[in-house]
């Protein structure tokens, strides 16, 4: 059920994300479109994330007969990992527009992402 609708919002998220960059330009948009291109850029990437990283499980999970059903990457656990993984490019792009994007804020980022990750991963 989680992936009928994970597809759902993603595809949504891709035409109101394309309408909404076709129609308005950085001039003339307000900031709650600003904020709503932000969200939808996430609701996106999670999206394709989600299905790539549960994809790609699954296809090492074809090559390797030693993993049993109960150790192969779940939809669930792939979500949590894509959720992760989906706002590193929305905290860029956000800092990016405020004029920053240092190799100190990326790397923040980057230990960001690592702690969510070993979260996720020690979480069972």
């Given at each position: 059920m989680?992936?009928?609708?994970?597809?759902?919002i993603?595809l949504?998220?891709?035409?109101l994300?394309?309408?909404?960059?076709?129609?308005?330009?950085?001039?003339?948009?307000?900031?709650?479109?600003?904020?709503?291109?932000?969200?939808?850029?996430?609701?996106?990437?999670?999206?394709?994330?989600?299905?790539?990283?549960?994809?790609?499980?699954?296809?090492?999970?074809?090559?390797d007969?030693?993993?049993q059903?109960?150790?192969?990457?779940?939809?669930?656990?792939?979500?949590?990992?894509?959720?992760?993984?989906a706002?590193?490019?929305?905290l860029?792009?956000?800092m990016r527009?405020?004029?920053?994007?240092?190799v100190?804020?990326?790397?923040?980022?980057?230990?960001?992402?690592?702690i969510?990750f070993?979260y996720i991963?020690?979480?069972?």
């Amino acid at each position: 059920m989680l992936s009928k609708i994970l597809a759902l919002i993603t595809l949504v998220a891709f035409v109101l994300l394309s309408t909404l960059i076709q129609s308005t330009s950085p001039a003339t948009i307000h900031p709650l479109g600003i904020l709503a291109i932000f969200i939808l850029f996430y609701l996106l990437a999670l999206g394709v994330l989600t299905f790539l990283i549960f994809g790609i499980g699954r296809f090492f999970n074809l090559f390797d007969a030693k993993v049993q059903l109960s150790d192969a990457i779940t939809f669930q656990r792939s979500y949590y990992f894509a959720s992760v993984i989906a706002l590193a490019p929305v905290l860029f792009v956000g800092m990016r527009s405020i004029g920053r994007g240092t190799v100190w804020d990326v790397v923040l980022i980057l230990m960001f992402e690592a702690i969510a990750f070993f979260y996720i991963s020690k979480r069972r």
